[in-house]
T-cell receptor, first 114, second 114 residues
Framework: KAGVTQTPRYLIKTRGQQVTLSCSPI?????VSWYQQTPGQGLQFLFE???????NKGNFPGRFSGRQFSNSRSEMNVSTLELGDSALYLC?????????????FGPGTRLTVT | ELKVEQNPLFLSMQEGKNYTIYCNYS?????LYWYRQDPGKSLESLFV?????AVKQEGRLMASLDTKARLSTLHITAAVHDLSATYFC??????????????FGTGTRLQVTL
């Protein structure tokens, strides 16, 4: 069974640009969550999508957005990039995201903003 | 706001020694997760603790959960170099009960020396 995949794995962008990251969940999983990991703030929850709807949202500015497609693949977008957006972005998938549904993490996308 | 604290933040230990990592969280939650992260890599699930008094063991690692004390421990027995990594505990969202919105601890960087 294939794991969670994320593309691209590495990305370098300039301040002010926008970026789109992609996440393909494990087959059959309908919930996709996104996390940001930085040395200063640690691992922080961004948002979660389930059945193409945003079900949970963390405390991030509106520059961070996402969506989920009918095949459960998810994308997150960051507009007007800032230096502080440099981070490892992890997505995780689970069957339903509730109760006993365990999350499985992808390899991450490392974003560098210069 | 749910807060998750780990200590110590950094742990240097010799091979063969025992040690415990502590994870305290601030609100009621019945489920706690332990993850391992190697440098530059994603998160690997170690344990899922689902109820008060839960204890799980895998190799040299043993995790336990005390929901009344809001405390989980990760005990390392006879450490070996391969255990060197950063260990995170995480708690699911107590308000929605969803396991897809995790709050992570600060992480404990474990270094096992020969």
């Amino acid at each position: 069974k294939a794991g969670v995949t994320q593309t691209p794995r590495y990305l370098i962008k300039t301040r002010g640009q926008q970026v789109t990251l992609s996440c393909s969940p494990i087959s059959g999983h309908r919930s996709v969550s996104w996390y940001q990991q930085t040395p200063g703030q640690g691992l922080q929850f961004l948002f979660e999508y389930f059945s193409e709807t945003q079900r949970n949202k963390g405390n991030f500015p509106g520059r961070f957005s996402g969506r989920q497609f009918s095949n459960s693949r998810s994308e997150m977008n960051v507009s007007t990039l800032e230096l502080g957006d440099s981070a490892l972005y992890l997505c995780a998938s689970s069957f339903s995201g509730i109760n006993l549904s365990e999350q499985y993490f992808g390899p991450g996308t490392r974003l560098t903003v210069t | 706001e749910l807060k998750v604290e780990q200590n110590p933040l950094f742990l240097s230990m010799q091979e063969g020694k025992n040690y415990t990592i502590y994870c305290n969280y601030s609100t009621t939650s019945d489920r706690l997760y332990w993850y391992r992260q190697d440098p530059g890599k994603s998160l690997e699930s170690l344990f899922v603790l689902l109820s008060n008094g839960a204890v799980k063991q895998e190799g040299r690692l043993m995790a336990s959960l005390d929901t009344k004390a809001r405390l989980s421990t990760l005990h390392i027995t006879a450490a070996v170099h391969d255990l060197s990594a950063t260990y995170f505990c995480a708690v699911d969202d107590p308000y929605t009960g969803t396991a897809s919105k995790l709050t992570f601890g600060t992480g404990t960087r474990l270094q096992v020396t020969l």
